[in-house]
Structures are given as structure tokens and as C-alpha cells.
């Protein structure tokens, strides 16, 4: 009986997903549709293979496998919105679909990919961004999530997708926390292949989870003083993250020692870490808090975003479906001046908090 409390909660956000929500899946673009557009995508990942059109399957891997995707940008669908495909319901012109999909033998095949890639980016365009995804994300998901975000801030650089093997299901929380801990060699890995490129520099953007394995992995990192892995990284950037507070004031400490800044997209208002905090039997994560002095000093920089109106119903993503929050990012990314940009100088945060306020309503925690 204590079990069934226990997931009492996910339970029912399970029954209100499914009922409104299908879940992300991919499909390979038509042979008589050629793509208007398309992204390359990079993909890095502790999931086991499987075949087309999924690529990737919901198991453990200890190889880290890696993939060159070319995806298809539809050009008639709203900003921050995804219609994932069906077998009798593919659409180009509002799904993102897959043009094509290159697996990479290695490591090293994943770093001359990375080049390559870099050097079809506009001229002076050097930098890359690694997106990782959070609790309940297939494959799919995780990559079309990674590829609305950055097509809808207007990004330019390398775009990385770090998939580690969450089992895609709201019931399985436990089994993706111990998942997020096997991850992280393989991110670690990714990292390494990346600094070992021609980037000038990256952003991790990490979310819900995948903040776990992002923090843990550069903790790791920074206490080890593996400069040679760390010296590329920009910054990193935790979306909504499902973290412990006093977990993060450890993993973050070394991580900020080590000159990397650290940004927190925040919100008042998430279903979903709320119901992360009430199985722990805590008062709040680390992605929603509205003050830096609940961090206990730590110099990081917090974005509260709980007075924006989206995010889908446990408003856990609301960076990549608001499109207030996206238009924002998109202006502050082609003004040189993004806070998802490695182009800023100095502080990682560089517009002022009456500024954001203005244009979007977002708060910028004090």
C-alpha cells in the first residue's frame, strides 16, 4: 500500500499525459518531399541501436554510439510547437522528419563530424551547443526537442544531442535516476570528443535529469582538474532542473572554482518537480526556486520564468514552448547579446533585469 502512495502522484500525471500528449516519435522523410530546410544534428548516446525509423531504443548501452542526423525543418508550424509523426500522418511542411542519418564508427569519427559540420556554419560562426534531455524523454523526443529549440532562437553553431537511455515512461522515475547515473561516462565521453574539435567553445543546456548528469559529470570533471576536457566550456545552462538543493551547492562549487558560469532557468509553477519534491519529501528542487539566496552564495545567475503562461500542462519545458520566451532568446541570440550564445564577453547574463522584464515578463531572481 505504501508503494501505491508512493507513485500515487505520477500516476496521475501519467493518465493526464497520455490522454492529451502522444508521445515524440521519428519518421523519415518521404522520397518524392525534398526538405526546404534542413539542420544537422549531432547525436551522442548510451542507448542501445535499433532499427529505422527509431534509430535509438530505451536500453542501456556501454558503448557510447554516435550519429549524424539531417533533419528536415518544416515551414509552416508555430513557434515552440511540435507535431510529432504518425505512421498514417507525415507531413513535411509541419513535422520535423529525418533526411538522412550517418552512424559514426567512434569517437574520432564524432569529432571530424563535429568539424565538418563547423565548417558549413556562416563565416566566424565557431562555437556549439550540447542539449541534454530530462526524466520521461524518448529518443525522438530529445532530438526534435534539441532541434525546435535551436531553430526557434535562431542559433548558428554546432547543435550536439546527448541521449541518455531514459525508459520514456512518467511511471519509470526511479529506473531513470539510476539511468542518469550510468550516463555519465558517456557524456563524459561526448565532452571530450568535443574539446578535442576545432569549437571555440560550447554551451551544455541541460534539463529536468539530464541537469543530474550534467552537473555530476562536470563535477567530476573540475574536481579531477581535467582542464583538457573542461577548457572549452562556455557555460551551462539548467532548464527546470530536478536537483536537490544541497547536491547542487556540491557539484556546483568546484564547476564554478573552475571558471565555468552557471545559468538557471527557473519556475514557481512546475507540476512536474513538484511532484519530484513531494516523493522526496522536500519543499522545492533546484528548478524552482525564485531567489539566488536559496543556493547559499553560490555566484550563479537565475532566470525565474513562473509569471510566463506556457510550458504545456506540468509547464516543465517552458523554454522550448513559450513563444514569448523563445522570441526573446531568438532577439538577444542575433544581437550577439544571447544568454544561449558563446558570442557574450564577461558575464554570461549580459542585459539587465528591467530589460527582460520588459520584453518578456521574466523575472531575473536577485
Known sequence: MRRLFFYLPLVIAGVVLAG??????????????????????LVATSRTLAPAPAFYGEQRSYKTNFSEFAISIPPERAVGEVDY?????????????????????????FTRAINAD???QPAGVSQGYVFIHGFNTNSAEGIIRATALAEDTAREGVEVVYSWPSAGSVLKYLDDRESALFARDGLKETLAAMSQSQLS?????????????????LRELAQNSDTSILRKVRAVVLISADLDLDVFRRQASPVLAAGIPIVLLTTGDDLALSLSSKMRGQSERVGDIQSVSDLGGLNVAVFDL???????????????????ILAFLKLLNQSGQGVLSSNTTGRVVTVDAATIKAATGVTLAQ
Do not use: W
Open 20 to 41: 492529451c500528449s502522444p508521445r515524440g516519435t521519428l519518421a523519415v522523410l518521404p522520397e518524392t518531399s525534398a526538405p526546404m530546410k534542413e539542420k544537422t544534428v
Open 306 to 324: 513562473s509569471s510566463i503562461q506556457s510550458g504545456g500542462l506540468l509547464k516543465h519545458f517552458k523554454i522550448g514552448s513559450s513563444p514569448e
Open 85 to 109: 509523426p504518425r505512421s498514417n500522418n507525415v507531413d513535411p511542411t509541419t513535422q520535423f522528419l529525418v533526411s538522412s542519418v550517418t552512424r559514426l564508427e567512434n569517437r574520432q569519427a
Open 201 to 217: 567553445s560550447y554551451i551544455i543546456l541541460a534539463h529536468s535529469m539530464g541537469t543530474f548528469v550534467a552537473m555530476d559529470t
Open 118 to 120: 563547423l565548417r558549413r
